[in-house]
């Protein structure tokens, strides 16, 4: 169906794949015009002379933005095309040989404002001034040229193998489990999304292959766990870290203090958690939950299906009901055909929005198959456009990239307005208890297990900074810790669950420590965002435009002060808990 296929033509002058090429070979030509007109002369420039330097590298954004997406979203409509993969890998060069050009602009920039920090408040540079912040506060940590190219090298043969062999080694076993009775030999790729399968005995023995696997092989897990976290600690005192933690900040753009608060007002709720899943528990037909009941489905009736065309229309009446300029907008996305919703071979799995800043809107793919999951993920990547929409319309693109912790705002709030929506229009009980159980799955799920691996992840830092090297016994026991200091042993568990540490793959990314968090603060912001909105009613709407339309520009903790809340202290953190509270007494009711 064509309505439901993209039309990427306005991304580019000509479709025509030699002028794409050309496209791309100007970007890259335009990156080393810059680079010879700036190179090793950013330290002699002026407040002025660093606002035309931003400016022109702004422009430069904006005109190469399309070309870019032009390559990287054909491909992914169509990874098997011939074309596509052509035009990818140009980009890829392209883009390569651009960030080589352009690598010296953060460098200098960062000298010049270690030097002159009083730059950053200069009123010509206002635009710019939490951009250049952020400049400030990574520059005491960058190392030298030579010293980082070591770096990178070391890591190649390093933490970036021990990465890989987690994932491979896990990756080529095979376990034996229960499938509809039967026992069956499968591979991990097979295996790996055993937490949503309907079968519940299936569940439980993958989740116990799984375990007794990882056992076997602790050694290996263990080791590699140990030379990538080591390894981190010993370039954050290399770099100047006060902590494991600190590296994560910068990049999250947040303060010590506020990931604190908001981990210890999760703690303090726990017993959410706790009530949802027993409620969970009952709606399955179980005395007590298990941990591999946790994303169980519910038995929920009749999941009805939605054409296109009536998810569109749930989608635009949920934005109208906030804003009638998000339902505009969201309509443009339809009939602009900016949505690539057709389900077809080659196309990449799951879903995303790419922002378009220099054409002010954005395009979304997802695959689209009816059900309620896909009118769900549609609202959710709607926000992201609409937030695309705001910024775009307000800020320049080096104010354009705001921090994983903000950057899920648009998008869990359209999600929370499509809920509403659903709830709305459900023809009975049993339609409106789907909807919210839907979104306590979700809420409960992210922040409570996120919670559990920060929390890991804080323990056995500690152990490491006493001087000691953890052995998987260790390992194992202060995940545990952390798995009940959030259920309480409230669930069904087994020995096997001890070795989890080891088969989460965030556990061992490569120079992403601490690399979970933002999803709670995501989660718990927007659920807080949304009481704000059921307390102020309508005028709560320009605030929560102000604050998307603010994109980078201003922190977290700003953006916290622009809707009257300090996000350093627990009462915002409460607000989020007081939704989810809300959401689950309306379920409660409904039972
Ligand atoms: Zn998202």
Known sequence: MEEMRWDLSELVRSTETGSVTAELDRAVADAERFASGYRGRIATLGPEGIKGMLESYDAMQDEHEGVTMYCALSFAANTADPTANQLYSAMVSARTKMGQSLAFMDVELGQLLKARPETVHDPSLKLYRHYLERQ???APHLLSEAEEKVIMSKD???????????????????FKVTKGGEERTMAYGEIASFPSDPDRQYRRSAYQAIGAAL?????????????????HLEMCSLRGYGSPLDSSLLVNDVEEGTIK???ATVRAHSDLFIEFYRLKAKLMGLDRLALWDILAPVPRGEDRNYTWQESRALVVSAYRSFDPQWATWTDEMFARRHIDGEVRKGKRAGAFCSDWMAGRTAYILQSFNGRRNDVSTQAHEMGHAIHSYLVSRNQTPANALASYCVAECGSIFGELLLAEEMLRQAKDDEERRSVLIGLMDMFCYIVSM????????????????????PDAATLSRLWTEAKDSIYHGDMEDMAE?????ARIPHHFMAGLRFYN????????????LYRLYKEQGKAFVPRMNQLLAAGSSLSAAELGQLMGFDIAKADFWEKGFVQAEEFLAQLKALL
Do not use: C
């Not at 056992?215 to 390894?231: F, G, K, M, P, V």
């Open 136 to 138: 400030l506060r990574s």
């Open 156 to 174: 190649k043969n390093g933490i970036v193998n021990w990465s890989k062999l987690q994932s491979t080694w896990l990756s080529s076993r095979s």
């Open 215 to 231: 056992a076997a092989d602790e050694l290996l897990y263990t080791e590699a766990l140990r030379s990538i976290w080591n390894d």
């Open 261 to 263: 608060t908001l981990m």
């Open 450 to 469: 996120v919670s559990i691996r920060y929390h890991f992840e804080e323990s056995v830092y500690g152990v490491f900074e006493k001087g000691e090297s």
């Open 497 to 501: 669950t001890r070795m989890d540490w």
């Open 517 to 528: 968090y933002p999803y709670i603060f995501a989660q718990l912001f927007v659920f807080a």
